[in-house]
C-alpha cells in the first residue's frame, strides 16, 4: 500500500510543466565541460553504427532504455550516468564475454583482434641436447652419415677414403652402444646400425685388398644369431677365398651359402653355382665344373656359363660334347628387342620422336653391349674348337658356320668365315687365306669390304703393292666409309712416293673417323716427306694427346724438332721415349748423338755407353767410344772396341789399322808391328800398312825394313798407272758424249753406256779406305744389318713402313696383325752414306 498512490481529485494536470533540466539545456551546451571534453576525443568523432567497445554491438549509439527515453551522459551537474564510460574501460553489454575480445580495452586504442599489434611471438624453448635420449639420437645421425660417406667415396674409387669413414663410423657406433649401457636404455639398441656399420667396415676392407681383416669382420656378422641372413655374407667370404687362391675354402663356403638360401632366390643361387664351377676350373676339376655348369644351363641357361662349358668340355677333348655345348650356346635367348623396333615407321613427329629418344638411351646401350658380348663369345668359341671337333680346321669351321646360319645369329656366318680366314693368315698359310677371301668379291658390301681390306693388307706385306692397290680400290668402292681401305689406298700411293696424293687418302679417313690413329700417324710421316714439318708436327702433337704411351709418336715428335732446328725439345723428348723402353740402344745412341752437338761430352758418353751395353754391335756407337778414349789420351780402352769392330767387320781395314794406331800410341811397339803385319797379311796392298811396316821397322833397326820399303814402291807405282787409266778412261767418256751430241738423231739414241765405276784394291792415303768392290759390298752390308735407317723410329729389327690396317669384324684387337708405321731401312739410305773411313791423325 505503500507504493500505491491515489489520484488527488483537485490536482493541476500542468503541473512540473515549466520546472528546468539543466541536462535537454542546449544553449548551455558550450558552457558543459563533459560534453566539450567528450567532442574533442575520437569517441566523440567516431562513426554511426561501428561498434567501438568489445562486447556490445551498438556501441556508436547512445543506449536508450525501455521507455525509449536516453540516458544521459555525464554532466556538469551530476555523477556518470549507468553505462557512461569511466576512467577505465566501458562495461561490457552482458555478462558472457565473447572470445578473443579483451573488457580491458584502453580508450582511444585501434581495432586490432588478432593482436598483431603486439610483435612477433615469443621463439620456441631450445632443445635441450643434454639430455641422455637427445645424445643417442645426434649420435645415431652421425654414423648414419659416415656410412654414407663412406659408401659415396666407394663408388668413386676412393678406397682409402671409404676405409676411414668406415673405421669412424665403428668407433662411434661403439661409443653409441656404450652410451646406451650406461643409461640403461639397452633393450632399443638399434642392430640394423650395428649391421651396417659392419657390412660396409668388411666390404671396404676387401676393396682395399687387406682380406685377413674383412674375413674377421664378415666373421663377427655371421656368428651374430641376432643378424638374420647373416648367412649369405658367406658368399663374400668365399670371394675373398677365390682372390687369396685358396679355392678349396672358396668352395666350402659357397656351398655353405647355397643351404642357407632358399629355393625361392633362384637367380642367387644360380650365380653362387657358376661361381662354384669356376672354381672348379681353377682347380683343374672339369668334371665337377661341367656338373654345375650343365645344371646351370638347364635350369636357368647364360651366355658365359654355355661359354664355360664349351672350354671345359674342350679341356677334356670331348668333340660331341663340344658340338651340343656350342649349340646350346647360340640357342640362348638373349630376351632382347628387335632392332627394327629403333627405326621410324611412320611419318607421325611425335612416334618419330620417342623412337629417337629410345634410340641411344641406357637400356639400348645395354642392350647393344649384351648382344656384342654374346657375338664375343660365339666367336671365339668357334675359333677355338674349329680345329678340335674335326679331322681338319677348315671343316671343324664349315661345321660352326653351318650351324651358325641356323640361329639368330645370322649375321656372323660371314665374320667367321673372315675369321677362318686370318687364321689361314696365322698358321702361315697365305694361299688359303687370299682364296677364302676372295670369295667374299660377291657378298654383300660390308663383308665385301672386310674381306678386300684384309686382301690389300696381305699384297702389301707381300710387296705386291699393284694387287695391295687394286683390292684397295675394291674395297672403297664396296664401303666407301671404311677408313682401313682408305689408309690402304693411301700406303699403296705413299710407298709409291706419292706423298701429296696419300695424304689426301689419310685425310678422309681421319673425317670418317676421327678416332683413327693409323691414318693420322701416316699423314704425320706424309707430311715429313713433303717437308712441311710444321704440318706433321701438328699430327703426331694431336696423337700424342691420344696415345699418351706411344714410343712410336715421341720418336717421331724428336726426330721432327730435331730437323726443326730445336735440339733441346728433341732431347726432351727422346727422354720420355727412355721412360717407356728404357732399353733401346738405338735412342740412347741418338740421346748421345744430340749431346755431342750441343758439346756435352760427358751427357754424350754416358747415353753411348748404355747403347753399347743393349746392343754392343752398333757400329758408330762403337767408332764413337774409340774416338772418346783416343781422344781422352785412354788409348788401351779404345782398342777393345776397335777389336769389336774388326769381328763386326773383317773385311774393313780401317778398323784394324786403328788397333795397331793405338798399340803403337800407347807405346806397345811390338804388339802394333805384329798387328801390321797381320794386316799385311790380308792385305797386301795396303798402302797405309806399308808405310807403318817402313816406318816402325826403321825405329825399331829391323832387317826386313828394305823388304817392306821395296813393296811400298811397287804398291805406289801400281796406284799411280791405275789412276791414270781411270783418268784417261773419264777424258775418253767425256769427248765420246760431246761427239754423240753433235751426231745425227740416230746416234744420239744410242747413248753410250756409263763406264762402272772403278775401285781400287789399295788403300787410299788420305782416306784410308778399301777400294776393293768386294769389300766396298760387304762393308754397306753389314752396315745396314747393324744399324737402323736414318728415319727408322727406335726399332732396327722392324724394317715395315706404314700401317696397312685390317679389319677384324668382331675379334678382339689383339687378334688383328699390325705392320708398324715406321720407315723401312732401304739400301738408298745408305749408298752415298759416309762411313766414316779416315784414318785417326797421328
Known amino acids: 500500500m505503500e507504493n500505491v498512490h491515489l489520484a488527488v481529485e483537485e490536482e493541476d494536470l500542468y503541473s512540473g510543466y515549466n520546472d528546468y533540466n539543466p541536462t535537454f ?91 598483431q599489434s603486439k610483435g612477433p611471438a615469443p621463439p620456441l624453448e631450445a632443445k635441450n641436447e643434454d639430455t641422455a635420449e637427445e645424445k643417442i639420437k645426434i649420435l645415431e645421425k652421425k654414423v648414419n652419415d659416415l656410412i654414407e660417406e663412406s659408401c659415396m667415396a666407394q663408388s668413386i674409387g676412393a678406397f682409402q677414403l671409404a676405409l676411414e669413414k668406415a673405421k669412424e663410423a665403428g668407433r662411434k657406433e661403439r661409443a653409441l652402444i656404450r652410451q646406451r649401457e650406461a643409461s640403461g636404455n639397452t633393450e632399443h639398441i638399434n642392430l640394423d646400425l650395428t649391421y651396417s656399420v659392419l657390412l660396409n667396415l668388411a666390404n671396404q676392407y676387401a676393396n682395399n685388398e687387406m682380406y685377413p681383416e674383412a674375413l674377421n669382420s664378415y666373421h663377427v656378422i655371421v656368428k651374430n644369431k641376432m643378424f638374420t641372413n647373416a648367412g649369405r655374407l658367406k658368399v663374400n667370404m668365399a670371394n675373398i677365398y677365390f682372390e687369396q687362391k685358396n679355392y678349396p675354402k672358396a668352395i666350402k663356403f659357397y656351398r655353405m651359402a647355397l643351404d642357407q638360401i632358399s629355393n625361392v632366390h633362384k637367380e642367387l643361387r644360380i650365380k653362387i653355382m657358376q661361381n662354384i664351377g669356376v672354381v672348379f676350373v681353377r682347380l683343374g676339376q672339369y668334371s665337377d665344373a661341367i656338373t ?39 640357342s640362348v635367348p638373349l630376351g632382347i628387342d628387335d632392332e627394327d623396333k629403333y627405326i621410324p615407321a611412320s611419318d607421325d613427329p611425335s612416334s618419330n620422336m620417342v623412337t629417337e629418344a629410345i634410340k641411344n638411351d641406357k637400356l639400348h646401350q645395354m642392350e647393344r653391349d649384351l648382344k656384342v658380348l654374346a657375338e664375343k663369345y660365339i666367336m671365339t668359341a668357334a675359333k677355338l674348337i674349329a680345329p678340335a671337333i674335326e679331322t681338319s680346321f677348315a671343316s671343324g669351321f664349315d661345321w660352326c658356320v653351318d650351324m651358325v646360319k641356323c640361329s639368330q645369329y645370322v649375321e656372323l656366318a660371314n665374320d667367321l668365315e673372315i675369321n677362318k680366314a686370318i687364321t689361314y693368315l696365322r698358321q702361315k698359310d697365305f694361299n688359303q687365306a687370299v682364296e677364302t677371301l676372295k670369295t667374299f668379291e660377291k657378298k654383300d658390301s660390308r663383308v665385301k669390304s672386310a674381306a678386300a681390306t684384309n686382301l690389300s693388307f696381305l699384297y702389301f706385306l707381300e710387296k705386291d703393292y699393284d694387287q695391295a692397290d687394286r683390292y684397295a680400290d675394291l674395297a672403297m668402292n664396296a664401303d666407301r666409309y671404311n677408313p682401313a681401305a682408305l689408309i690402304n689406298k693411301g700406303n699403296t700411293l705413299f710407298v709409291k712416293k706419292d706423298y701429296e696424293k696419300a695424304a689426301e687418302f689419310y685425310k678422309e679417313a681421319l673425317r670418317n673417323d676421327s678416332s683413327c690413329t693409323e691414318a693420322l700417324f701416316n699423314l704425320g710421316l706424309s707430311y715429313e716427306r713433303l717437308n712441311r714439318l710444321e704440318e706433321g708436327l701438328d699430327c703426331f702433337l694431336k696423337l700424342h694427346s691420344i696415345l699418351r704411351s706411344s714410343a712410336e709418336v715421341m720418336y717421331q715428335l724428336a726426330h721432327l724438332y730435331e730437323q726443326l732446328g730445336d735440339p733441346q725439345q728433341a732431347i726432351e723428348w727422346l727422354m720420355q721415349v727412355i721412360s717407356a723402353t728404357p732399353t733401346d740402344p738405338h735412342v740412347l745412341a741418338k740421346l748421345g748423338k744430340l749431346h755431342d752437338d750441343e758439346g756435352d761430352k760427358s751427357q754424350a758418353f754416358q747415353y753411348y755407353s748404355e747403347s753399347f751395353r743393349y746392343f754392343p754391335s752398333n757400329i758408330d756407337v762403337i767408332e764413337w767410344l774409340g774416338a772418346y778414349y783416343i781422344e781422352t789420351q785412354f788409348c788401351e780402352k779404345a782398342i777393345q772396341y776397335f777389336e769389336r769392330a774388326t769381328l763386326i767387320q773383317p773385311n774393313y781395314v780401317k778398323w784394324q789399322l786403328i788397333v795397331a794406331s793405338c798399340y803403337r800410341r800407347s807405346g806397345n811397339y811390338q804388339k802394333a808391328l805384329e798387328t801390321y803385319k797381320e794386316i799385311h797379311r790380308r792385305f797386301p796392298e795396303n798402302v797405309e800398312c806399308l808405310r807403318f811396316l817402313v816406318r816402325l ?112 669384324p668382331l675379334g678382339p684387337q689383339m687378334d688383328r696383325p699390325k705392320t708398324g708405321a715406321k720407315k723401312p731401312a732401304d739400301d738408298d739410305d745408305f749408298a752415298d752414306e759416309d762411313l766414316g773411313d779416315e784414318l785417326l791423325p797421328e
Open 25 to 115: 539545456d542546449s544553449e548551455e551546451l558550450e558552457n558543459d565541460a563533459g560534453f566539450q571534453q567528450a567532442v574533442r576525443t575520437s569517441h566523440g568523432r567516431r562513426p554511426p553504427m561501428t561498434a567501438k567497445f568489445p562486447g556490445t554491438a551498438i556501441g556508436g549509439r547512445p543506449l536508450v532504455s525501455s521507455f525509449g527515453s536516453r540516458i544521459p551522459m555525464a554532466s556538469s551537474m551530476g555523477r556518470p550516468m549507468t553505462g557512461t564510460v569511466q576512467e577505465g574501460a566501458a562495461r561490457p553489454m552482458t555478462a558472457v564475454r565473447a572470445a578473443g575480445y579483451s573488457s580491458s580495452l584502453m580508450r582511444g586504442s585501434t581495432f586490432d583482434p588478432l593482436g
Open 697 to 808: 821397322s826403321t825405329d825399331m833397326g829391323l832387317k826386313e825394313v828394305q823388304e817392306y820399303a821395296t813393296k811400298l814402291k811397287k804398291v805406289e807405282k801400281m796406284k799411280e798407272l791405275r789412276e791414270q787409266r781411270v783418268k784417261s778412261g773419264r777424258e775418253n767418256s767425256a769427248r765420246g758424249r760431246r761427239e754423240g751430241s753433235t751426231g745425227s738423231a740416230e746416234n744420239a739414241k744410242a747413248e753410250p753406256q756409263p763406264e762402272p765405276k772403278q775401285f781400287s784394291p789399295l788403300l787410299d792415303s788420305d782416306s784410308g779406305r778399301s777400294s776393293s768392290s768386294s769389300s766396298k759390298g760387304e762393308r754397306l752390308s753389314a752396315k745396314m744389318r747393324s744399324l737402323p735407317g736414318s728415319n727408322e723410329p727406335y726399332e732396327a729389327s722392324s724394317p715395315k713402313e706404314l700401317d696397312a690396317s685390317y679389319v677384324d
Open 292 to 330: 654345375s655348369f650343365e645344371h646351370i644351363m638347364t635350369e636357368s641357361p647364360n651366355i658365359k656359363t654355355g661359354f664355360n662349358l664349351i672350354l671345359c668340355y674342350y679341356a677334356v677333348g670331348d668333340r660331341e660334347r663340344m658340338k651340343k655345348a656350342f649349340q646350346k650356346l647360340i
